[in-house]
């Protein structure tokens, strides 16, 4: 698998700092990209359509709850706006809600590879990449 672009999409710059930080230990800094709410992640990635194929993948660490427009929001545009993309994506949901629903909603949605709480470790890392 060719990751040619992790998405972090959270509006909590602390939290996208730290993970920015922890990811380039894995990937070359130039490859780890952020959003700070689900429109502008939506937005980056159709515009990847033009200069990402087949051979790319894309790894999504998504937030929950954000202003304009939250994870739930992202993830019903990007059900529709995959069959649109060359390239494959893989959505993580990377959050600190303690809510069971938003769990059982994550793990029944088929775009969502996993739930992970906040902060990310080094081992997550590990084993999402694994």
């Known amino acids: 698998m060719n990751v040619s672009k992790v998405l972090l ?3 909590d710059l602390t939290v996208n700092y730290f993970h920015k930080r922890l990811l380039q230990s ?33 790894i999504i660490l998504l937030d929950l709850n954000m202003p304009v427009m939250n994870g739930w929001e992202f993830l019903a545009e990007f059900h ?6 060359q390239f494959s994506c893989t959505i993580y949901i990377v959050t600190s809600s ?4 938003d769990k ?3 793990i029944s949605n088929t775009d969502v590879k996993k ?3 906040k902060p990310l470790s080094k081992n997550d890392i590990e084993l999402l990449l694994a």
Do not use: R, W
Request: with cysteine; charged share 35%.
């Open 26 to 58: 894995f990937f070359d800094k130039d490859k780890i990209e952020t959003c700070i709410n689900g429109k502008q992640a939506i937005d980056m990635l159709a515009n990847m359509k033009e200069t990402h194929d087949e051979n790319d993948h894309v």
């Open 98 to 101: 303690l809510n069971p629903e």
């Open 80 to 85: 529709y706006l995959k069959e649109e993309l």
């Open 104 to 106: 059982e909603n994550c």
């Open 9 to 11: 999409v959270d509006d």
């Open 115 to 117: 739930y992970l709480s």
